[in-house]
């Protein structure tokens, strides 16, 4: 599961195929809630990430962990790319 975008690194070099992947999610229940927490790297492709190349880039969120009885309700790492995008910069993003 990743998400392909277009990004820009902060030296002004634009990669169109970026591949961006959560690699790390928390939950810790706090009260009648569930804060999930996340955070991920991007990578100038998927080559580069296949490859093992570093990252360009990273990222992460925060939410509240969805418990409405969907077929993703305890699936965590779906919901953390959900949310990521709905963020700015991931809106446009492709599921690869």
């Not at 975008?5 to 569930?34: F, N, S």
């Amino acid at each position: 599961m990743a998400l392909r975008i277009e990004y820009e690194t902060h030296y002004g070099i634009t990669c169109e195929y970026a591949h961006c992947v959560v690699v790390d999610v928390k939950c810790r229940r706090e009260g009648d809630t569930y804060p999930v927490k996340y955070n991920g790297k991007i990578y100038a492709n998927v080559s580069a990430y296949e490859d093992g190349a570093s990252p360009i880039g990273g990222f992460n969120g925060r939410f509240e962990l969805n418990q409405a009885g969907s077929k993703q309700q305890y699936n965590i790492v779906k919901q953390s790319y959900l949310h990521l995008k709905e963020q700015e910069g991931f809106a446009d993003g492709v599921d690869c």
